[in-house]
Nanobody
Framework: QVQLVESGGGLVQSGGSLRLSCAASGDTSSIYYMGWYRQAPVKQRELDAKIGREGVTNYGDSVKDRVTISRDNAKTTTYLQVDSLKPGDTAVYYC??????????????WGQGTQVIVTS
């Protein structure tokens, strides 16, 4: 089992930046991918960024110019930096850690989400 705790959300002004954190605990050695997703009201959850165990990163097309994913040396905490914030970035941001192969829900762990509200 892996437990994820997100932090860093809140109210931010348009044009600003924020840094979200996701701390993992438990059987973190089983995790291969660590990522961040967002879900805006009445929209589907979509990928912002993910990073694999070897450090290869993937970014969502709609945000790749404004977000950066990173992690600590222990590979248990991931960070998502979002710059040039817009009201459209208002969403609940979820941390997702998963094994290399996801066969069931037991292979894919989600945090509780952290709300980000961007004011104009």
């Amino acid at each position: 089992q892996v437990q994820l705790v997100e932090s860093g959300g809140g109210l931010v002004q348009s044009g600003g930046s924020l840094r979200l954190s996701c701390a993992a605990s438990g059987d973190t050695s089983s995790i291969y991918y660590m990522g961040w997703y967002r879900q805006a009201p009445v929209k589907q959850r979509e990928l912002d960024a993910k990073i694999g165990r070897e450090g290869v990163t993937n970014y969502g097309d709609s945000v790749k110019d404004r977000v950066t994913i990173s992690r600590d040396n222990a590979k248990t905490t991931t960070y998502l930096q979002v710059d040039s914030l817009k009201p459209g970035d208002t969403a609940v941001y979820y941390c997702d850690d998963r094994k290399y192969v996801v066969i069931s829900e037991a292979d894919d762990y989600w945090g509780q989400g952290t709300q980000v509200i961007v004011t104009s």
